[in-house]
């Protein structure tokens, strides 16, 4: 039986080639774009899960409770990890890290740049980052101790053996001694760096990160086997409050690997993150496959008439209805197996500019379980795919089939049309957040910041220009295309240094505010353009400037203050500061969240960044004076700065990515849409050539006929317009709310959604109906 079903199967692929045409390029482009979904939500899925300990490690964060809002964040006291491990018995290891900065490194006269941060002991104990040489245990014993990257032992010393024990200068200042060597971190770890070193080394240098009011350092945390979360957690909420009275925080805990998709809290309850794009790709990876199976679906029933008699004769001769049924899943099947081997094939060539689209690094040798997952899903596709019409035929009885009186049920009709509508509402849905995303990326990437970001860059100080930074400004203005230059310990692109540390006249006592603290050099306001609503900037014109503060309009909103200019505030209990100016609001942050209050002190030695306008049209020859200049004054470091305005855009890097992909896709979902479409029109306009005949004969225009073929499936389009346009409304407003600063949502956006599906509906079926208006009528009365 089963070579008598693949022999009929054949048979009626080589008979009806254009629908089996269709469906081929239909199932394989649905899989195709289902496969690629797949194994970028498989990649987002397994970030950070490659750690032997991943039920046991954790990462300690806070609530931090303000006037108006709780705060969440995993910046924690730099002491907090050796405490908990020293007094909660339940925690088998604990590491402090610091930020990924880049440095140099210098091995004799071979200099070159590297990430690495600064970690605590336990490090290589918490985190399964394999070590080629050396003992978690015992690579970060010592203070000047380095660990570094099997890469950066290669570009280093051309090797990876006998590389423990050598010595290695940071920052052309301090010796190190490697102690250890690890591989990479994989592409699917949320950090990738090149080398570590030991934390108490970090402390040194940053005496602040041993008190318990201040926070910077993450934490990180294994517990011991067959513990219970809860317990730990509820043991440790106060933690910090216990050893700092005047502490607003709450400690939690967060599985590690969970960091990376569930990253987003509002007011202290966990809004979600990354894992919505996810849940997002995997609807859409869903409605493309079922679109693809929805066109075979109407395809097959609705050519049910030509096949009516092979049921008939089979049922006639004694043929079961499951012998039936298993005949038309086989074909379903192996249309299936065939559009696999199509989809594989695009999935492998087209895997490599997915992966520069997704920023990923996803392998094309796919291994066994990817594999097998796809066939899984092939055949669910084709199981889907041909049940409907398996049952749907095998329902014939034998009287009506050899009369001819077979004819297309109320329901059958309904169940074509109402998939058809399916099918459009989910393109239009589509087509909808599309234009909608687009239309936020680019407003959040033209949006006036209240500074001007354009033709400006930014570097670390480092080296001599660390140590002479006024020296190193007022060379680096003489170099002609520099038009100004300042020094600062804020990159004004996100939260780096905050503090509720301030006091004011009229302030509730009760009140902890938290402030963005930004540490600046003279001329930063005029550097970056930014506007003062009143008083002056910071000028060398004034003595006492460093005794001076400036706010934003947010600030002195929320400090409650009339006629701010001249007035005294209160920094960290000690230190007067008169208010000299109050710029306009500009955003430090990303628009996914309010101007927060913020304010400006003068702190020229306490700067970390330099930042410099270029002249525009001048760049590339600035650009070459600017890093022989660099390379002169700075001797044994490279010049290795960032674009403002790219860094800004990389806030947006996920939005931007969701959007592309979104355009594809939608693209995608469309054409195959329109594919079923066309093979509908096409057998509809087979169907009724003796009608369009009969009508031509009668004086019918090929216009009337166009009209007359496309006008139920303009009506189709029309429903799907009604029922997806409030849909849409409510999807894509819900993914704006995300943004403090939004666009409006303008009818234009659903009603031309509308018209280009419609449009498209029209010229799909039109091409048909256009073709079968010109059908001479002799040929079309001709008898068979």
Known sequence: MLRHHLLLTIRNFKRFKSSFFINLFGLSTGLACTMLIYLWVMDERSMDDFHSKDTRLFQVMEHQQYADHIMTTNSTPGILAEALKEEIPEIQYAATTTWINRFTLSNHDKNLKADGYYVG???FSLFSYEL????PEEVLKNKMDLVISDELALKIFGTTANVVGQSIKLNHNETHLITGIFKKPPPNSSYIFDFVLNFERFKDDNEWVTHWGNNGPKTYITLQENIDVSHVEEKIADFVKIKNEDSNVTLFLKKYSENY????????????????YVRLFSIIAIFILLIACINFMN???ARASRRAKEVGIKKAIGAPKSSIITQYLTESLLLSLASFLVSMLVVYFFLPQFNEITDKEIPRDFDLYTISSFLSLTLLAGLISGSYPAIYLSGFTIVKVLKGEIKSSWAELWARKGLVVFQFTLSIILIVSVVVIYKQIDFVQSKSLGYNKDNMIYFVQEGKVEKNVDVFLEQLQAIPGIVSATSTGHTLLHRNNSTSGLEWTGKDPKANILFENVRTNYGLFETLDIEFKAGRPFSRDFSTDTSKIIFNEAAIKVMNLEDPIGKTITLWEENKMEIIGVVKDFHFQSLHSEVKPLFFMLAPEDTWFIMARIQAGAEKQTFSDLESFYMDFNPGFTLDYEFMDKEYASMYAAEERVSMLSRYFAGMAIAISCLGLFGLASF????????IGIRKVLGSSALSIIYLLSSDFTKLVGVSILLALPISYFLVSEWLDQFAFRISLEAWFFIGAG????????????AQALRAAQINPIDCLRDE
């Open 684 to 691: 509809t306009a087979e169907r009724r050539q003796k009608e």
């Open 755 to 766: 018209c280009l599906s419609l449009l498209i509906a029209w010229l799909t079926v039109g």
């Open 132 to 135: 080629i040489d050396g003992q």
């Open 299 to 301: 395809l097959s029933t």
């Open 121 to 123: 002991e336990d490090f």
């Open 261 to 276: 998709l569930y990253g987003r809290y509002e007011n202290g309850v966990l809004a979600g993150g990354r894992i919505e």
